[in-house]
């Protein structure tokens, strides 16, 4: 298995530019989650997703971020407009979700895409 | 809320030296703890993870954690560390499930000294 691949893997913008980030989970997972790590803040969840649908966005920091996952192989992360202090380095990682108990469901983490917004 | 706290920004242990990170968390059901692993410019690599049963458990590469409910700890080890366990070690905890997401602690780095 490839394991979760995240695209691209580095990017560099300038303020006020529409970032596109993009994620395939690993094939047969059902649960997919976009965090963002900082030295200030360290790892945050930013949004995570069950059967494609999403569960909980509340880590979403502003409108201008959307996260959309229109099938069980691919899903995006968008920031529009871009600003400096979005900078960072975002991961995906996906997960095989039980029914109401842990089966093996680790959460696999791609390599991250590492944003710089000049 | 749930939180997980990693009280030690940085450790410095010599090669060949046991090693323990410390967490703890707060949570206010039974949590399901999980210990990764970044090397630099990498993604992050389960280590090991506790859901319920034996409170110590074994994970990859050596380690081994000790989860202390009274604490609110899971706390990670190693008898001997290695050149190679240079890396951030985060602590997380989850809600269950499996289709939550984490809450992580801030990390720990770990420098090893020849």
């Known amino acids: 298995d490839a394991g979760v691949i995240q695209s691209p893997r580095h990017e560099v913008t300038e303020m006020g530019q529409e970032v596109t980030l993009r994620c395939k989970p690993i094939s047969g997972h059902n649960s997919l989650f976009w965090y963002r790590q900082t030295m200030m803040r360290g790892l945050e969840l930013l949004i995570y997703f069950n059967n494609n649908v999403p569960i909980d966005d509340s880590g979403m920091p502003e409108d201008r971020f959307s996260a959309k996952m229109p099938n069980a192989s691919f899903s995006t992360l968008k920031i529009q407009p871009s600003e400096p202090r979005d900078s960072a380095v975002y991961f995906c990682?996906?997960?095989?979700?039980?029914?109401?108990?842990?089966?093996?469901?680790?959460?696999?983490f791609g390599p991250g895409t590492r944003l710089t917004v000049l | 809320a749930q939180s997980v706290t990693q009280p030690d920004i940085h450790i410095t242990v010599s090669e060949g030296a046991s090693l323990e990170l410390r967490c703890n968390y707060s949570y206010g059901a039974t949590p399901y703890l999980f210990w990764y692993v970044q090397s630099p410019g990498q993604g992050l690599q389960l280590l090991l993870k506790?859901?319920?049963?034996?409170?110590l458990v074994q994970g990859i590469k050596g380690f081994e954690a000790e989860f202390k409910r009274s604490q609110s700890s899971f706390n990670l080890r190693k008898p001997s560390v290695h050149w190679s366990d240079a890396a951030e070690y985060f602590c997380a905890v989850g809600d269950g499930g499996g289709a939550d997401g984490l809450t992580f602690g801030k990390g720990t780095h770990l420098i090893i000294q020849p």
């Open positions: 990682a996906s997960s095989l979700a039980g029914q109401g108990f842990w089966i093996d469901n680790e959460q696999f």
């Open positions: 506790y859901f319920s049963g034996d409170t």
